[in-house]
């Protein structure tokens, strides 16, 4: 076994990034708000305007008016009349440049959805797209549509809510998300919960009583990569996240993400990315160009 992939040491830390709840300050269905963009841009403003963060929740934001910028994940997104944004729980986020974007905004827990049924298996995909521009096309129509009836129901007082997000047509990844069926799905589960832990795929298997071989067939049907590739992938996101948006020492980081000596940790960061920790961290130091990619 090499020593990248031994389990990790656990060390009882603070959350490094701000993880923001789902805590709205009306909540007429249980795990579930639909908010106007630019009433979500006040109340954002009388918080932490700027900041980089996490959510613990799905948001799918649909623009209908206006311009502006979006940040996930290292990718700065461009927003305009037909952009739908998918954040899902634990990205990281930041509202570059809100502008005069306006729509609708769904925020809702992974618990909302009921196990098993089309949005669950697609709003659990974090392989997913964040971004989709829609333009004019017939698709931005009949999702307009919808979202501005779901948000018309959420507002009636007359009588009980119960918002039907399997209606939305949000992504197009449901042949790929029901290509690795549910082994794919347990596996992913898995992998959110214990990569920091392990990044041994026969730990994964003993998990969930799968052999190698199964879990490996499973995402290379989900994703295209070997199951060993996905683990990896994983780890070197958030170590991305932690080293961009934190100040913590590279050790610390480490540390997190379960190898218990830096070295390993820079070897493991290099190899995936092509660039080593500390090259990576430089460019969002405070006196560094904050370089990220648009679209």
């Not at 389990?7 to 249980?30: C, D, G, T, Y």
């Not at 589960?189 to 009583?209: I, P, V």
Request: net charge neutral; charged share 25%.
């Amino acid at each position: 076994m090499r020593v990248e992939e031994s389990a990790a040491v656990n060390v009882p830390q603070r959350e490094p990034i701000p993880r923001l709840p789902f805590r709205p300050p009306r909540e007429r269905v249980p795990g579930f708000e639909i908010v106007e963009l630019a009433a979500l841009h006040r109340r954002r403003a009388r918080r932490d305007p700027d900041g980089v963060h996490r959510i613990d929740f799905h948001t799918l934001s649909l623009v209908t008016e206006g311009e502006g910028e979006h940040a996930v994940d290292f990718v700065t997104y461009s927003c305009r009349p037909g952009t739908l944004l998918w954040v899902r729980p634990g990205q990281m986020q930041r509202y570059v440049r809100p502008g005069s974007t306006n729509g609708l905004h769904l925020l809702f827990t992974p618990s909302f959805l009921p196990l098993g049924n089309t949005a669950d298996r697609l709003l659990s995909e974090w392989r997913g797209p964040v971004c989709r521009q829609l333009g004019t096309s017939c698709d931005y129509g009949v999702l307009a549509t919808l979202v501005h009836q779901i948000h018309a129901e959420y507002n009636r007082c007359d009588q009980p809510v119960s918002p039907d997000i399997d209606r939305l047509p949000c992504t197009d990844e449901e042949g790929e998300a029901q290509a690795g069926g549910e082994v794919y799905a347990r596996f992913r589960a898995e992998l959110e919960r214990s990569y920091a832990t392990t990044r041994r795929a026969a730990d994964y298997a003993d998990r969930l009583g799968y052999t190698v071989r199964t879990l490996s067939r499973a995402c290379v049907a989900a994703t295209g990569q070997p199951v060993k590739r996905v683990i990896d992938e994983r780890v070197a996101l958030e170590a991305r996240r932690l080293l961009a948006h934190t100040d913590e020492p590279v050790s610390t980081i480490a540390r997190r993400l379960g190898f218990p000596e830096s070295t390993n940790f820079g070897k493991f960061f290099t190899r995936h990315t092509g660039i080593a920790p500390g090259a990576f961290r430089e460019p969002f130091q405070p006196d560094g160009p904050h370089s990220t990619e648009g679209r």
